[in-house]
């Protein structure tokens, strides 16, 4: 088991950035690959990027590519989604999720956070 919190949604406004952490806690975090998605109101959740446990291997959804960044810090057992250049198609609730095997299919992954919600306003 492993217990994923996430922080750092707000208001921004176009073009700014946010960064946002997920803490983990429980079970080797280091064991884990990491993913973050996202959901806008009336929307399936949809991939944004992915992390392998090493921190070698990341892979970022085309509609983000060049704006955000997933990283990790095993040492701090937190993985983050740096996003810049934020547009008001980016608003969404974003969520954290950890499951041994790296995947961009959420159906994959067996731990989540409970979401933080990032509105960027035109």
């Known amino acids: 088991q492993v217990q994923l919190v996430e922080f750092g949604g707000g208001l921004v406004q176009a073009g700014g950035s946010l960064r946002l952490p997920c803490a983990a806690s429980g079970r080797t975090f280091s064991s884990y690959a990491m993913a973050w998605f996202r959901q806008a109101s009336g929307k399936e959740r949809e991939f944004v990027a992915a992390?392998?446990?090493?921190?070698?291997?990341?892979y970022t959804a085309d509609s983000v590519k060049g704006r955000f960044t997933i990283s990790r810090d095993n040492a701090k057992s937190t993985a983050y989604l740096q996003m810049n250049g934020l547009k008001p198609g980016d608003t969404a609730v974003y969520y954290c999720?950890?499951?041994?095997?790296?995947?961009?299919?959420?159906?994959?992954?067996?731990?989540w956070g409970q979401g933080t919600q990032v509105t960027v306003s035109s």
């Open positions: 999720a950890a499951d041994a095997t790296f995947s961009t299919k959420y159906a994959r992954y067996a731990y």
């Open positions: 992390i392998n446990w090493r921190g070698t291997t990341t």
